[in-house]
Protein backbone atom coordinates (compact mmCIF):
# COMPACT_ATOMS: atom_id res chain seq x y z
CA UNK A 1 0.00 0.00 0.00
CA UNK A 2 1.24 3.48 -0.74
CA UNK A 3 -0.07 6.52 0.56
CA UNK A 4 -0.03 10.02 -0.76
CA UNK A 5 -1.34 13.21 2.13
CA UNK A 6 -2.94 16.43 1.19
CA UNK A 7 -4.48 19.33 2.22
CA UNK A 8 -2.06 21.25 4.35
CA UNK A 9 -1.48 24.53 4.60
CA UNK A 10 -1.41 27.61 6.57
CA UNK A 11 -4.80 28.70 8.33
CA UNK A 12 -5.49 31.34 11.19
CA UNK A 13 -6.52 30.34 14.38
CA UNK A 14 -9.73 28.90 14.90
CA UNK A 15 -10.30 27.82 11.36
CA UNK A 16 -10.59 24.10 9.43
CA UNK A 17 -9.11 22.51 6.84
CA UNK A 18 -9.47 19.04 5.67
CA UNK A 19 -6.31 16.29 4.95
CA UNK A 20 -6.71 13.63 2.24
CA UNK A 21 -4.74 10.58 2.15
CA UNK A 22 -4.96 8.60 -1.38
CA UNK A 23 -4.23 5.06 -1.41
CA UNK A 24 -3.15 2.17 -3.73
CA UNK A 25 -3.08 -1.08 -3.48
CA UNK A 26 -6.18 -3.50 -3.41
CA UNK A 27 -5.87 -3.88 0.38
CA UNK A 28 -6.76 -0.83 1.84
CA UNK A 29 -9.82 -1.65 2.57
CA UNK A 30 -9.07 -4.35 4.51
CA UNK A 31 -6.62 -1.74 6.98
CA UNK A 32 -6.95 0.54 9.89
CA UNK A 33 -6.02 3.99 9.36
CA UNK A 34 -4.68 6.45 11.21
CA UNK A 35 -3.53 10.12 11.33
CA UNK A 36 -0.58 11.40 13.44
CA UNK A 37 1.54 14.46 13.91
CA UNK A 38 5.08 15.72 14.49
CA UNK A 39 5.79 18.88 15.94
CA UNK A 40 9.11 20.53 15.49
CA UNK A 41 11.84 18.67 18.25
CA UNK A 42 8.83 16.75 19.20
CA UNK A 43 7.68 12.62 19.03
CA UNK A 44 5.13 11.59 16.55
CA UNK A 45 1.63 11.78 18.07
CA UNK A 46 -1.15 9.97 17.71
CA UNK A 47 -4.16 12.06 16.24
CA UNK A 48 -7.22 9.77 15.21
CA UNK A 49 -7.62 6.32 13.83
CA UNK A 50 -10.60 4.73 11.96
CA UNK A 51 -11.03 1.02 11.27
CA UNK A 52 -11.58 -0.77 7.85
CA UNK A 53 -15.30 -0.02 7.17
CA UNK A 54 -15.72 3.44 9.32
CA UNK A 55 -17.72 1.65 11.81
CA UNK A 56 -15.49 2.62 14.60
CA UNK A 57 -13.02 5.61 15.70
CA UNK A 58 -10.66 6.85 17.95
CA UNK A 59 -9.53 10.60 18.91
CA UNK A 60 -6.66 11.75 21.04
CA UNK A 61 -7.99 14.02 23.97
CA UNK A 62 -6.22 16.92 22.60
CA UNK A 63 -8.11 16.59 19.25
CA UNK A 64 -11.91 15.34 20.58
CA UNK A 65 -14.75 17.57 19.41
CA UNK A 66 -12.66 19.20 16.57
CA UNK A 67 -11.02 16.52 14.20
CA UNK A 68 -12.86 14.00 12.41
CA UNK A 69 -11.75 11.04 10.81
CA UNK A 70 -13.45 9.24 7.81
CA UNK A 71 -12.70 7.24 4.63
CA UNK A 72 -14.36 6.21 1.25
CA UNK A 73 -13.71 2.93 0.68
CA UNK A 74 -14.36 3.35 -3.04
CA UNK A 75 -12.00 6.08 -3.56
CA UNK A 76 -9.12 4.44 -1.37
CA UNK A 77 -9.17 7.38 0.56
CA UNK A 78 -9.13 8.14 4.43
CA UNK A 79 -9.93 12.12 5.68
CA UNK A 80 -9.33 14.40 8.29
CA UNK A 81 -11.72 17.19 8.98
CA UNK A 82 -9.38 19.36 11.12
CA UNK A 83 -12.21 22.42 12.98
CA UNK A 84 -11.09 25.09 15.27
CA UNK A 85 -7.65 24.92 14.61
CA UNK A 86 -4.94 26.79 17.01
CA UNK A 87 -1.58 26.99 17.14
CA UNK A 88 -0.62 23.83 18.82
CA UNK A 89 -2.31 22.08 16.16
CA UNK A 90 0.66 23.00 13.52
CA UNK A 91 2.87 19.94 12.69
CA UNK A 92 3.52 17.70 10.19
CA UNK A 93 0.40 15.13 9.43
CA UNK A 94 0.97 11.79 8.50
CA UNK A 95 -1.64 9.02 7.43
CA UNK A 96 -0.52 5.35 8.04
CA UNK A 97 -2.04 2.03 7.47
CA UNK A 98 -2.41 -0.78 9.89
CA UNK A 99 -3.73 -4.55 9.58
CA UNK A 100 -4.28 -4.03 13.09
CA UNK A 101 -6.08 -1.63 15.35
CA UNK A 102 -3.52 0.33 17.21
CA UNK A 103 -3.15 3.94 18.16
CA UNK A 104 0.81 3.31 18.52
CA UNK A 105 2.84 4.54 15.65
CA UNK A 106 4.83 1.41 15.54
CA UNK A 107 2.05 -0.99 14.67
CA UNK A 108 1.68 1.11 11.36
CA UNK A 109 3.65 -0.76 8.39
CA UNK A 110 2.82 1.80 5.98
CA UNK A 111 3.24 5.93 6.18
CA UNK A 112 2.46 8.55 3.81
CA UNK A 113 4.93 11.38 2.78
CA UNK A 114 3.47 14.16 5.64
CA UNK A 115 1.95 17.14 4.76
CA UNK A 116 2.73 20.36 6.64
CA UNK A 117 -0.55 22.38 8.76
CA UNK A 118 0.59 25.60 10.18
CA UNK A 119 -1.68 27.55 12.19
CA UNK A 120 -0.72 31.48 12.54
CA UNK A 121 -2.26 32.85 16.07
Known amino acids: VQLQASGGGLVQAGGSLRLSCAASGRLFNSYSMGWFRQAPEKGREFVAV????????VYADSVKGRFTISRDNDKNTVYLQMNSLSPEDTAVYYC???????????????WGQGTQVTVSS
Open 50 to 57: INWNGGST
Open 96 to 110: AGSETWSTYPTRYAY
